[in-house]
């Protein structure tokens, strides 16, 4: 087995002895600046995915880290393909841990509706710590949808089970061409419930 395939299936069977959480969908709390989010993790649908997360979040590796960018349908940048998010969670290098595969919606069965959320990536199994939050349906960001010229999607997850009015209100915040939110909303902590 691939080293960080087999950390990811340790990762996932230890998340299976927290006492009062079903093993096939843990949440997380993400105590922000703006307010509470609580993320329920899709462990069973998409195993590889929810367990690189939940390994950031086990870590601490988002404790402090930010939301720093919002993508808005006035946004100049998102005119092609247009799609309406939250992104957070980038670290610096030295925090980040080994890229996972893809695990793309069309063998998941997830979508990226409402509050679905989803990892970042730059190409093809090259997710690390950076995901993103849906506000509305974004079907583009699915396989086979137009955002990625490689036609390959993202990964979801997971869905925001509480808080989408915060998720909104980063949304909305102040944000600068680059979509970079002026300031970063910071992510005070993430702990599993």
Same mark, same amino acid.
């Given at each position: ?40 993790v ?10 690189n997360?939940l ?28 799609? !309406?998010?939250?992104? @957070? *969670?980038?670290?610096? &290098?030295?925090? %980040?841990?080994? /890229?996972?595969?893809?695990?793309? =919606? ?33 079907? !583009?960001?699915?396989? @086979? *949808?137009?955002?990625? &010229?490689?036609? %390959?999607?993202? /990964?979801?997850?997971?869905?925001? =089970?509480?808080?989408?009015e ?28």
């Open positions: 087995m691939i080293p960080h395939v087999m950390a990811l299936a340790l990762s996932l069977a230890a998340s299976a002895a927290v006492p009062g959480v079903s093993p096939d969908h843990p949440r997380v709390l993400l105590r922000t600046e703006m307010g509470d989010i609580t993320i329920e899709a462990a069973d649908e998409a195993p590889l995915t929810a367990a997360f390994r950031y979040v086990d870590a601490g590796l988002y404790d402090g880290a930010v939301f720093h960018r919002t993508v808005t349908k006035a946004s100049p940048r998102n005119q092609a393909v247009p799609i !309406e998010v939250i992104q @957070g *969670g980038g670290l610096d &290098a030295a925090r %980040q841990l080994p /890229a996972i595969p893809l695990e793309r =919606t069309s063998l998941t069965g997830l979508r990226h509706e409402d509050a679905a959320v989803s990892m970042a990536r730059s190409g093809p199994d090259t997710a690390t710590s950076s995901f993103f939050i849906c506000i509305g349906s974004q079907p !583009e960001l699915d396989f @086979g *949808g137009k955002r990625n &010229a490689d036609g %390959q999607g993202f /990964a979801v997850f997971g869905r925001v =089970t509480a808080g989408m915060v998720v909104r209100r980063i949304h909305a915040a102040p944000a600068d061409e680059q979509e970079r939110l002026t300031p970063p909303v910071k992510i005070l902590s993430a702990k599993r419930l």
